[in-house]
């Protein structure tokens, strides 16, 4: 069974930190790896997708990466500003199937 | 990538009463699927939903309680039945969207007093 870790549970850095978010999978039989951003009592907004033969995105400011071997991907973010602040979810899955998420980041970027 | 309206955006519910969950996709897509999110913890799916076929439950999760249609390749209900203040959550239902990834519903804040 598929398990998703994310280190760490919680962040603080101050305005213009770049920091690194952590997702870890057990089973590298993925089609893909999806990052989202949750603000607090919302959905979800889709930050990154990666499809299994890639190895990293990247947007805007983000950039997420894949290594399928290791059963690792982060998530870059550079120049942080107050409104990153948010839970940030890692999930993997694809090919129809359903994704299976970790139980996030929750960022606070304090200006 | 497809896009789901989810309605309601919240509500405030009676224990022992049912609420029905609406998602809406713009496109026809195959599998649509239906999650919960606890306060303070990640999502958790409740079901698959295929249309022409019943849902397929996780573990934890009966029909009974969370009766889910799928008339068509763009329609999805889930219904929270005899609700109590445990299944106050978010709950999200979400479809593949290809090489785009996966789309979600803007959510269903349910308050169960």
């Known amino acids: 069974k598929q398990e998703v870790t994310q280190i760490p549970a919680a962040l603080s850095v101050p305005e213009g930190e770049n920091l690194v978010l952590n997702c870890s999978f057990t089973?590298?039989?993925?089609?893909?790896l999806q990052w989202f951003r949750q603000d607090p009592g919302k959905g979800l907004t889709s930050l990154l997708l990666?499809?299994?033969?890639?190895r990293e995105q990247t947007s805007g400011r983000l950039n997420a990466s894949l290594d399928k071997s290791s059963g690792r991907s982060t998530l870059y973010i550079a120049a942080s500003q107050p409104g990153d602040s948010a839970t940030y979810l890692c999930?993997?899955?694809?090919?129809?199937?359903?994704?299976?998420f970790g139980k996030g980041t929750r960022l606070s970027v304090i200006a | 990538s497809a896009v789901i309206s989810q309605k309601p955006s919240r509500d405030i519910c009676q224990r022992g009463t049912s609420l029905t969950i609406q998602c809406q996709v713009d496109?026809?897509?195959?599998?649509m699927f239906w999650y919960r999110q606890q306060p303070g913890q990640s999502l958790t799916l409740i079901a698959t939903?295929?249309?022409?076929?019943?849902?397929?439950?996780e573990s934890g999760f009966v029909i009974d309680k969370f009766p889910i249609s799928r008339p068509n390749l763009t329609f999805s209900t889930l219904t929270v039945s005899n609700m109590s203040p445990e299944d106050s959550s978010i709950y999200l239902c979400?479809?593949?969207?290809?090489?785009?990834?996966?789309?979600f519903g803007s959510g269903t804040r349910l308050t169960v007093v």
């Open positions: 999930a993997v899955g694809g090919g129809n199937t359903p994704l299976v």
């Open positions: 089973d590298s039989a993925i089609y893909n």
């Open positions: 990666i499809q299994s033969s890639q």
């Open positions: 496109s026809q897509v195959t599998m």
């Open positions: 939903a295929n249309q022409g076929s019943e849902a397929t439950y």
């Open positions: 979400s479809s593949t969207g290809g090489n785009y990834g996966y789309t």
